[in-house]
């Protein structure tokens, strides 16, 4: 291994930009086909993410199948890449409200096991039996429909 190569530590490997950007296409000729007439957007505010390696948001491969983002199958060791372009998209789209999201809890509330117990059958009943009876009286109408719809067809 060449050390020297490798002498600086901590070296950003991605940065966030936001602001005024210019667009790519200012000074570029458009096909017949997109000239519609209206003015075309030279800059705008917007975001971006800068990356030094596109391997980053690549897998690697075992036996055929992919492995985890950010897994390194020689060392066995799983970095934050997942995490990284999660984050990374959540704040490209500006969702605030799916990133605070992310760390709210849920406390589920406990069944009455008393009660559940008491109507097992009945809640037993209403999730098998009341679907079924549901799909046959819409199968029933369906056939009833297209029963009297092609036999009356003119």
Do not use: C
């Not at 704040?91 to 009455?112: E, I």
């Not at 809640?123 to 109408?141: D, Q, Y």
């Amino acid at each position: 291994i060449d050390r020297e190569r490798f002498r600086h530590a901590f070296m950003p490997v991605g940065v966030s930009l936001e602001g005024q950007f210019s667009s790519f296409f200012t000074h570029r000729i458009l096909p017949d086909e997109l000239i519609t007439g209206e003015p075309m957007l030279t800059e705008g505010e917007s975001r971006q993410v800068v990356v030094a390696a596109g391997s980053v948001a690549m897998n690697e491969w075992q036996d055929g199948e992919p492995l985890a983002a950010g897994f390194d199958r020689y060392s066995k060791t799983q970095f934050g890449n997942r995490d990284f372009l999660v984050q990374a998209v959540l704040w490209l789209t500006d969702d605030a409200d799916l990133l605070s999201l992310r760390h709210k809890s849920v406390q589920l509330r406990l069944l009455n096991e008393q009660r559940a117990y008491q109507q097992r059958s009945k809640i037993e009943v209403i999730s098998v039996v009341l679907p079924i009876f549901v799909l046959l009286i819409i199968g029933i109408l369906v056939w009833g429909y297209r029963r009297y719809r092609y036999t009356h067809a003119v």
